[in-house]
T-cell receptor, first 114, second 111 residues
Framework: EAGVAQSPRYKIIEKRQSVAFWCNPISGHATLYWYQQILGQGPKLLIQFQNNGVVDDSQLPKDRFSAERLKGVDSTLKIQPAKLEDSAVYLC????????????FGQGTRLTVV | KQEVTQIPAALSVPEGENLVLNCSFTDSAIYNLQWFRQDPGKGLTSLLLIQSSQREQTSGRLNASLDKSSGRSTLYIAASQPGDSATYLCAVGTGANNLFFGTGTRLTVIP
């Protein structure tokens, strides 16, 4: 079974530029998450989708971050404009729709804002 | 709001030792608890998932326990190996299927 795919693996941008990350979840997984992991910290949820609807985006900085999941499969996360404090690893995860099911993570995208 | 704490933050042990990693959480109303491994520069690999109705799960040399009432979980690693060196994260699953993570324990197994 293929895992969660993310791209790119690494990205370096200047502050105030924009950037987009892509995620393809495990086939059949209805729930998709984007997490932000700052160095030395645990991942923090940014947004959670169930199919193509948003379940939780309470911690998404909506003035600069946006995310979409078209057709309930792939998802993109965008930052515009980026700030230095956005430097982090952005992790995508997916799980089956039922509560209490196992979450599977991708390799992440390491973003450096200079 | 759920708070997850992991102690110790870092741990070094000689190869072959058995060890225990600790995780505590503030809200006992959880659906499950998941232990992950993270290698430097990599994503998270799921190790064990314990449902709220279960007390423990085992996979090979790993055993995870859950005491929901006291808000605690432990990950026991038997006969540690240098390949076990990584950061171990615990995450608590809530009703919305969201995961709240601790900050991790960085384990180094010395050959």
């Amino acid at each position: 079974e293929a895992g969660v795919a993310q791209s790119p693996r690494y990205k370096i941008i200047e502050k105030r530029q924009s950037v987009a990350f892509w995620c393809n979840p495990i086939s059949g997984h209805a729930t998709l998450y984007w997490y932000q992991q700052i160095l030395g910290q645990g991942p923090k949820l940014l947004i959670q989708f169930q199919n193509n609807g948003v379940v939780d985006d309470s911690q998404l900085p909506k003035d600069r971050f946006s995310a979409e999941r078209l057709k309930g499969v792939d998802s993109t996360l965008k930052i515009q404009p980026a700030k230095l404090e956005d430097s982090a690893v952005y992790l995508c995860a997916s799980s089956l729709v039922d509560g209490g099911t196992e979450a599977f993570f991708g390799q992440g995208t390491r973003l450096t804002v200079v | 709001k759920q708070e997850v704490t992991q102690i110790p933050a870092a741990l070094s042990v000689p190869e072959g030792e058995n060890l225990v990693l600790n995780c505590s959480f503030t809200d006992s109303a959880i659906y499950n608890l998941q232990w992950f491994r993270q290698d430097p520069g990599k994503g998270l690999t799921s190790l064990l998932l314990i449902q709220s109705s279960q007390r423990e799960q085992t996979s090979g040399r790993l055993n995870a326990s859950l005491d929901k009432s006291s808000g605690r979980s432990t990950l026991y690693i038997a006969a540690s190996q240098p390949g076990d060196s990584a950061t171990y994260l615990c995450a608590v699953g809530t009703g919305a299927n969201n995961l709240f993570f601790g900050t991790g324990t960085r384990l180094t197994v010395i050959p």
